[in-house]
Protein backbone atom coordinates (compact mmCIF):
# COMPACT_ATOMS: atom_id res chain seq x y z
CA UNK A 1 0.00 0.00 0.00
CA UNK A 2 2.95 2.46 1.06
CA UNK A 3 4.79 1.53 -2.29
CA UNK A 4 1.41 2.32 -4.37
CA UNK A 5 1.32 5.59 -2.85
CA UNK A 6 4.39 6.69 -3.10
CA UNK A 7 4.44 5.71 -6.77
CA UNK A 8 0.92 7.91 -7.40
CA UNK A 9 2.85 10.63 -6.11
CA UNK A 10 5.13 10.52 -8.08
CA UNK A 11 3.26 10.29 -11.61
CA UNK A 12 1.79 13.08 -9.70
CA UNK A 13 4.74 15.33 -9.44
CA UNK A 14 5.42 14.61 -13.16
CA UNK A 15 2.35 15.55 -14.34
CA UNK A 16 2.73 18.74 -12.49
CA UNK A 17 6.37 18.56 -13.74
CA UNK A 18 4.60 18.77 -16.66
CA UNK A 19 2.40 21.87 -16.85
CA UNK A 20 4.77 23.99 -15.21
CA UNK A 21 7.10 22.92 -17.82
CA UNK A 22 4.63 23.56 -20.63
CA UNK A 23 3.32 27.08 -18.92
CA UNK A 24 7.81 27.98 -18.66
CA UNK A 25 8.57 27.04 -22.08
CA UNK A 26 5.33 29.09 -23.61
CA UNK A 27 7.04 31.91 -21.33
CA UNK A 28 10.75 31.26 -23.07
CA UNK A 29 8.96 30.82 -26.76
CA UNK A 30 6.97 33.67 -26.62
CA UNK A 31 10.52 35.71 -25.14
CA UNK A 32 12.21 34.17 -27.84
CA UNK A 33 9.60 35.10 -30.75
CA UNK A 34 9.75 38.67 -29.27
CA UNK A 35 13.50 39.02 -29.39
CA UNK A 36 13.64 37.59 -32.78
CA UNK A 37 10.75 39.96 -34.06
CA UNK A 38 13.53 42.82 -32.68
CA UNK A 39 16.18 40.66 -34.46
CA UNK A 40 18.05 40.67 -31.30
CA UNK A 41 19.60 37.03 -32.51
CA UNK A 42 21.73 36.42 -29.38
CA UNK A 43 18.65 36.96 -26.81
CA UNK A 44 16.37 34.98 -28.61
CA UNK A 45 18.70 32.17 -28.85
CA UNK A 46 19.61 32.10 -25.50
CA UNK A 47 16.19 31.71 -24.14
CA UNK A 48 15.55 28.85 -26.32
CA UNK A 49 18.92 27.55 -24.90
CA UNK A 50 17.15 27.86 -21.90
CA UNK A 51 14.10 25.94 -22.45
CA UNK A 52 15.82 23.05 -24.16
CA UNK A 53 18.08 22.83 -20.86
CA UNK A 54 14.58 22.56 -18.98
CA UNK A 55 13.43 20.16 -21.24
CA UNK A 56 16.23 18.26 -20.39
CA UNK A 57 15.81 18.06 -16.81
CA UNK A 58 12.56 16.98 -17.05
CA UNK A 59 13.23 14.28 -19.36
CA UNK A 60 16.29 13.16 -17.05
CA UNK A 61 13.73 12.63 -13.99
CA UNK A 62 11.02 11.02 -16.35
CA UNK A 63 14.05 9.09 -16.74
CA UNK A 64 14.47 8.03 -13.43
CA UNK A 65 11.17 7.52 -12.24
CA UNK A 66 9.04 5.92 -15.22
CA UNK A 67 12.44 4.08 -16.43
CA UNK A 68 12.81 5.27 -19.72
CA UNK A 69 9.24 5.95 -20.72
CA UNK A 70 8.43 9.50 -21.41
CA UNK A 71 5.76 11.78 -22.15
CA UNK A 72 5.94 12.15 -25.79
CA UNK A 73 5.03 15.88 -25.69
CA UNK A 74 8.35 16.44 -24.19
CA UNK A 75 9.74 15.12 -27.49
CA UNK A 76 7.59 17.52 -29.25
CA UNK A 77 8.67 20.69 -27.76
CA UNK A 78 12.33 19.76 -27.75
CA UNK A 79 11.92 19.16 -31.27
CA UNK A 80 9.91 22.91 -31.65
CA UNK A 81 13.00 24.32 -29.76
CA UNK A 82 15.68 22.39 -32.03
CA UNK A 83 14.38 23.79 -34.74
CA UNK A 84 14.07 27.27 -34.06
CA UNK A 85 17.46 27.38 -32.19
CA UNK A 86 19.07 25.57 -35.27
CA UNK A 87 17.25 28.70 -37.88
CA UNK A 88 18.07 30.89 -35.63
CA UNK A 89 22.26 30.21 -35.29
CA UNK A 90 22.02 30.16 -38.91
CA UNK A 91 20.80 33.38 -39.67
CA UNK A 92 22.88 34.96 -37.19
CA UNK A 93 25.57 32.90 -39.40
CA UNK A 94 26.83 30.60 -36.10
CA UNK A 95 27.47 27.61 -38.48
CA UNK A 96 29.28 25.81 -35.84
CA UNK A 97 26.96 26.20 -33.06
CA UNK A 98 24.20 24.81 -36.02
CA UNK A 99 26.30 21.32 -36.13
CA UNK A 100 26.92 21.05 -32.80
CA UNK A 101 22.98 20.85 -32.40
CA UNK A 102 22.52 19.07 -35.15
CA UNK A 103 24.96 16.35 -34.26
CA UNK A 104 23.72 16.24 -30.24
CA UNK A 105 20.29 15.59 -31.85
CA UNK A 106 21.70 12.69 -33.98
CA UNK A 107 23.31 11.12 -30.65
CA UNK A 108 20.44 10.70 -28.97
CA UNK A 109 18.65 7.56 -29.07
CA UNK A 110 16.63 6.11 -32.12
CA UNK A 111 12.67 6.93 -31.20
CA UNK A 112 13.75 10.44 -29.79
CA UNK A 113 16.12 11.04 -32.95
CA UNK A 114 13.32 10.26 -34.97
CA UNK A 115 10.47 13.00 -33.26
CA UNK A 116 13.45 15.92 -32.99
CA UNK A 117 14.96 15.42 -35.88
CA UNK A 118 12.68 17.38 -38.37
CA UNK A 119 13.07 18.01 -42.02
CA UNK A 120 13.73 22.04 -41.31
CA UNK A 121 16.72 20.58 -39.01
CA UNK A 122 18.16 18.05 -41.18
CA UNK A 123 18.06 21.12 -43.89
CA UNK A 124 20.18 23.53 -41.59
CA UNK A 125 22.19 20.86 -40.08
CA UNK A 126 23.21 20.53 -43.97
CA UNK A 127 23.41 23.71 -45.30
CA UNK A 128 26.04 24.85 -42.53
CA UNK A 129 27.73 21.98 -43.26
CA UNK A 130 28.12 23.14 -46.85
CA UNK A 131 29.01 26.75 -45.79
CA UNK A 132 31.88 25.61 -43.48
CA UNK A 133 32.95 22.96 -46.17
CA UNK A 134 32.17 23.32 -49.54
CA UNK A 135 32.98 19.88 -50.87
CA UNK A 136 31.09 18.05 -53.26
CA UNK A 137 30.28 15.44 -50.56
CA UNK A 138 28.17 18.45 -48.96
CA UNK A 139 26.56 19.62 -51.55
CA UNK A 140 25.15 16.67 -52.93
CA UNK A 141 24.14 15.31 -49.17
CA UNK A 142 22.37 18.63 -49.27
CA UNK A 143 20.47 18.36 -52.78
CA UNK A 144 19.77 14.77 -52.48
CA UNK A 145 18.13 15.67 -49.21
CA UNK A 146 16.00 18.75 -50.49
CA UNK A 147 15.40 16.37 -53.89
CA UNK A 148 14.18 12.87 -51.99
CA UNK A 149 12.12 15.16 -49.85
CA UNK A 150 10.49 16.88 -53.17
CA UNK A 151 9.92 13.43 -53.80
CA UNK A 152 8.13 12.05 -50.95
CA UNK A 153 5.73 14.85 -51.64
CA UNK A 154 7.08 18.37 -50.24
CA UNK A 155 3.44 20.09 -49.12
CA UNK A 156 4.12 22.59 -46.38
CA UNK A 157 5.16 26.20 -48.24
CA UNK A 158 7.60 27.00 -45.44
CA UNK A 159 9.52 24.15 -46.25
CA UNK A 160 9.76 24.98 -50.02
CA UNK A 161 10.73 28.91 -49.01
CA UNK A 162 13.88 27.42 -46.60
CA UNK A 163 14.89 25.13 -49.51
CA UNK A 164 15.44 28.52 -51.69
CA UNK A 165 18.45 29.13 -49.00
CA UNK A 166 20.43 25.54 -50.41
CA UNK A 167 19.77 27.43 -53.72
CA UNK A 168 21.56 30.78 -52.94
CA UNK A 169 24.10 28.63 -51.15
CA UNK A 170 24.72 26.94 -54.13
CA UNK A 171 25.16 30.13 -56.15
CA UNK A 172 27.09 31.54 -54.25
CA UNK A 173 29.56 28.84 -54.43
CA UNK A 174 28.82 29.66 -58.25
CA UNK A 175 27.42 26.16 -58.88
CA UNK A 176 25.08 27.96 -61.21
CA UNK A 177 23.98 24.85 -62.77
CA UNK A 178 22.82 23.27 -59.54
CA UNK A 179 21.79 26.42 -58.57
CA UNK A 180 19.57 26.74 -61.57
CA UNK A 181 18.58 23.15 -61.69
CA UNK A 182 17.03 22.78 -57.70
CA UNK A 183 14.97 26.33 -57.97
CA UNK A 184 13.46 24.60 -60.88
CA UNK A 185 12.55 22.11 -59.32
CA UNK A 186 11.50 23.77 -56.39
CA UNK A 187 9.38 26.07 -58.65
CA UNK A 188 7.39 23.61 -60.08
CA UNK A 189 6.01 22.76 -56.65
CA UNK A 190 3.90 25.85 -56.75
CA UNK A 191 3.89 27.79 -60.08
CA UNK A 192 2.19 30.66 -58.65
CA UNK A 193 4.70 31.23 -56.48
CA UNK A 194 7.24 34.28 -56.91
CA UNK A 195 10.08 34.07 -55.02
CA UNK A 196 11.74 30.60 -56.74
CA UNK A 197 11.53 32.72 -60.05
CA UNK A 198 13.65 35.79 -58.44
CA UNK A 199 16.19 33.27 -57.41
CA UNK A 200 16.59 31.95 -61.11
CA UNK A 201 16.69 34.98 -62.46
CA UNK A 202 19.50 36.21 -59.74
CA UNK A 203 21.19 32.89 -60.46
CA UNK A 204 21.13 33.79 -64.06
CA UNK A 205 22.35 37.48 -63.61
CA UNK A 206 25.20 36.59 -61.23
CA UNK A 207 26.88 33.65 -63.71
CA UNK A 208 26.79 36.14 -66.08
CA UNK A 209 28.56 38.27 -64.17
CA UNK A 210 31.20 36.15 -63.17
CA UNK A 211 31.73 34.56 -66.13
CA UNK A 212 32.00 37.73 -68.41
CA UNK A 213 35.24 38.00 -69.19
CA UNK A 214 35.49 34.26 -70.68
CA UNK A 215 31.84 33.87 -71.61
CA UNK A 216 32.13 32.87 -75.18
CA UNK A 217 28.78 34.20 -76.19
CA UNK A 218 28.36 36.83 -74.38
CA UNK A 219 25.00 37.58 -76.28
CA UNK A 220 23.48 34.85 -76.03
CA UNK A 221 24.55 34.63 -71.90
CA UNK A 222 22.76 37.53 -71.97
CA UNK A 223 19.43 36.35 -73.41
CA UNK A 224 19.71 33.80 -71.35
CA UNK A 225 19.24 36.17 -68.36
CA UNK A 226 16.40 38.78 -69.72
CA UNK A 227 13.89 35.37 -70.43
CA UNK A 228 15.13 34.27 -66.62
CA UNK A 229 13.41 38.48 -65.66
CA UNK A 230 10.51 37.60 -68.17
CA UNK A 231 9.84 34.52 -66.75
CA UNK A 232 9.49 36.58 -63.23
CA UNK A 233 8.18 39.68 -64.40
CA UNK A 234 5.21 37.62 -65.97
CA UNK A 235 4.01 36.48 -61.98
CA UNK A 236 5.21 39.18 -60.52
CA UNK A 237 2.58 40.05 -57.77
CA UNK A 238 2.64 43.60 -56.32
CA UNK A 239 4.91 42.70 -53.45
CA UNK A 240 7.89 40.46 -53.42
CA UNK A 241 8.64 40.53 -49.56
CA UNK A 242 11.73 38.46 -49.27
CA UNK A 243 14.72 39.97 -48.86
CA UNK A 244 13.17 43.13 -49.86
CA UNK A 245 16.61 45.46 -50.30
CA UNK A 246 18.33 43.04 -52.06
CA UNK A 247 16.11 43.27 -55.02
CA UNK A 248 16.95 46.92 -55.85
CA UNK A 249 20.51 45.77 -56.17
CA UNK A 250 19.78 43.27 -58.81
CA UNK A 251 17.43 45.55 -60.90
CA UNK A 252 20.04 48.08 -61.02
CA UNK A 253 22.22 45.22 -62.58
CA UNK A 254 19.60 44.15 -64.61
CA UNK A 255 19.12 47.83 -66.20
CA UNK A 256 22.80 48.53 -66.20
CA UNK A 257 23.19 45.32 -68.60
CA UNK A 258 20.04 46.32 -70.45
CA UNK A 259 20.90 49.89 -71.41
CA UNK A 260 23.73 48.89 -74.06
CA UNK A 261 20.43 48.88 -76.81
CA UNK A 262 20.12 50.84 -80.15
CA UNK A 263 16.93 52.60 -78.91
CA UNK A 264 18.54 55.92 -77.41
CA UNK A 265 15.21 57.04 -75.50
CA UNK A 266 15.53 53.80 -73.76
CA UNK A 267 19.00 53.71 -73.33
CA UNK A 268 18.95 56.59 -71.30
CA UNK A 269 15.97 55.54 -69.21
CA UNK A 270 17.80 52.30 -68.31
CA UNK A 271 20.23 54.38 -67.13
CA UNK A 272 18.33 56.35 -64.72
CA UNK A 273 16.56 53.56 -63.77
CA UNK A 274 19.98 51.50 -62.66
CA UNK A 275 21.36 54.21 -60.77
CA UNK A 276 17.37 54.76 -59.12
CA UNK A 277 17.89 51.14 -57.97
CA UNK A 278 21.12 51.59 -56.50
CA UNK A 279 19.94 54.80 -54.83
CA UNK A 280 16.86 52.30 -53.55
CA UNK A 281 19.04 49.72 -52.00
CA UNK A 282 21.28 52.74 -50.60
CA UNK A 283 18.40 53.66 -48.97
CA UNK A 284 17.32 50.14 -47.52
CA UNK A 285 20.46 49.99 -45.86
CA UNK A 286 20.45 53.42 -44.79
CA UNK A 287 17.14 52.26 -43.08
CA UNK A 288 18.46 49.55 -40.94
CA UNK A 289 21.71 50.90 -40.68
CA UNK A 290 22.28 49.92 -36.70
CA UNK A 291 21.46 46.31 -37.93
CA UNK A 292 24.55 44.00 -38.53
CA UNK A 293 25.44 44.57 -42.40
CA UNK A 294 26.05 40.92 -42.66
CA UNK A 295 23.51 38.78 -40.11
CA UNK A 296 20.60 41.81 -40.04
CA UNK A 297 20.77 41.63 -36.26
CA UNK A 298 20.34 44.60 -33.89
CA UNK A 299 22.96 44.47 -31.70
CA UNK A 300 25.41 45.98 -33.03
CA UNK A 301 28.50 47.22 -31.52
CA UNK A 302 30.84 47.96 -34.36
CA UNK A 303 30.68 50.26 -37.59
CA UNK A 304 32.98 50.40 -40.98
CA UNK A 305 34.97 53.73 -40.30
CA UNK A 306 34.94 54.25 -44.37
CA UNK A 307 31.70 54.61 -44.43
CA UNK A 308 30.02 55.24 -41.30
CA UNK A 309 27.15 53.77 -42.41
CA UNK A 310 27.57 49.66 -42.16
CA UNK A 311 27.30 48.14 -38.60
CA UNK A 312 28.31 44.75 -37.14
CA UNK A 313 27.81 42.50 -34.29
CA UNK A 314 31.34 41.04 -34.29
CA UNK A 315 34.13 41.82 -36.27
CA UNK A 316 34.19 38.66 -37.44
CA UNK A 317 30.57 39.29 -39.34
CA UNK A 318 32.50 42.26 -40.65
CA UNK A 319 35.68 40.41 -41.93
CA UNK A 320 32.99 38.11 -43.47
CA UNK A 321 31.18 40.36 -45.70
CA UNK A 322 34.25 42.48 -46.73
CA UNK A 323 35.72 40.95 -50.03
CA UNK A 324 32.38 39.24 -50.70
CA UNK A 325 29.18 38.73 -49.65
CA UNK A 326 27.96 35.38 -49.88
CA UNK A 327 25.74 35.70 -46.81
CA UNK A 328 22.54 38.04 -48.77
CA UNK A 329 22.99 36.17 -51.68
CA UNK A 330 24.79 38.18 -53.94
CA UNK A 331 28.46 37.86 -54.22
CA UNK A 332 28.94 41.86 -54.29
CA UNK A 333 31.44 42.40 -50.78
CA UNK A 334 31.51 45.70 -48.63
CA UNK A 335 34.66 47.12 -50.03
CA UNK A 336 33.27 47.74 -53.41
CA UNK A 337 30.19 49.37 -51.68
CA UNK A 338 31.73 51.29 -49.01
CA UNK A 339 32.66 54.76 -51.21
CA UNK A 340 29.27 55.03 -52.19
CA UNK A 341 27.31 54.51 -48.74
CA UNK A 342 29.88 56.99 -47.17
CA UNK A 343 28.59 59.43 -50.46
CA UNK A 344 25.20 58.48 -49.67
CA UNK A 345 25.39 59.25 -45.72
CA UNK A 346 26.98 62.56 -46.34
CA UNK A 347 24.06 63.67 -48.61
CA UNK A 348 21.64 62.13 -46.21
CA UNK A 349 22.70 63.83 -43.36
CA UNK A 350 23.28 67.20 -45.46
CA UNK A 351 19.99 67.36 -46.62
CA UNK A 352 18.28 66.32 -43.47
CA UNK A 353 20.00 69.53 -41.77
CA UNK A 354 18.81 71.84 -45.39
CA UNK A 355 23.02 72.42 -45.76
CA UNK A 356 23.82 73.88 -48.92
CA UNK A 357 26.06 71.33 -49.46
CA UNK A 358 23.35 69.12 -50.36
CA UNK A 359 23.23 69.31 -54.24
CA UNK A 360 27.35 69.24 -54.59
CA UNK A 361 27.01 65.88 -52.28
CA UNK A 362 24.63 64.61 -54.30
CA UNK A 363 26.29 65.00 -57.39
CA UNK A 364 28.95 63.01 -55.34
CA UNK A 365 26.78 60.70 -55.01
CA UNK A 366 25.50 59.94 -58.50
CA UNK A 367 29.33 59.66 -59.92
CA UNK A 368 29.76 56.98 -57.44
CA UNK A 369 26.30 55.17 -58.06
CA UNK A 370 27.92 55.48 -61.75
CA UNK A 371 31.60 54.12 -60.65
CA UNK A 372 30.03 50.84 -58.59
CA UNK A 373 27.75 50.08 -61.81
CA UNK A 374 30.70 50.38 -64.94
CA UNK A 375 34.12 49.25 -62.78
CA UNK A 376 32.26 47.87 -59.32
CA UNK A 377 30.46 45.16 -60.61
CA UNK A 378 33.64 44.15 -62.82
CA UNK A 379 31.44 44.74 -66.31
CA UNK A 380 33.75 47.50 -67.64
CA UNK A 381 32.92 47.37 -71.20
CA UNK A 382 29.32 48.00 -70.68
CA UNK A 383 29.94 51.25 -69.57
CA UNK A 384 27.33 54.16 -69.90
CA UNK A 385 27.53 56.53 -73.21
CA UNK A 386 29.59 59.86 -72.37
CA UNK A 387 26.36 61.80 -73.11
CA UNK A 388 24.27 59.63 -71.23
CA UNK A 389 26.14 60.52 -68.16
CA UNK A 390 26.96 63.79 -68.50
CA UNK A 391 23.03 64.19 -69.33
CA UNK A 392 22.26 62.13 -65.52
CA UNK A 393 24.90 63.91 -63.55
CA UNK A 394 23.31 67.89 -64.86
CA UNK A 395 19.61 66.75 -64.90
ZN1 LIG B 1 26.20 39.95 -37.44
ZN1 LIG C 1 31.96 50.95 -45.14
Redesign the pocket.
Known sequence: MGKKSKRSNRKGRSVTNMSMLSRRLAKLEKESDESYQNWLYSKASNKLREGLEAIQQVQDAMMLIHTGLIDSRVFEMKASFCQNLLMLEYS??RFDKVIQIYNDIQMSPEIEKEMVLSFICKLYGRLAMLRLDASNENKDKLVSLIEDHISEGMTARNEKYFCLEAVRVLRNLKDYDASITLCEKLERLDQSEVVADFEIAVSHLERYREEYHWQKDNEFALVRVLDGWKEFFDKQKQNLAPRLGTIWMVFAQKDYLCHQIDDKELSSQFCRNAIENVEKYLEWKWHFERH?F????AD?HFVCSGCRLAC???LD?QRMTWKKDAVQGMLIGHEILCPMMKAYRKWKLASKTGDQKALKLRRRLDRECLYFLSHGLGLEDKCFREEDVQKLLSS
Open positions: SCCTCNQTYCSH
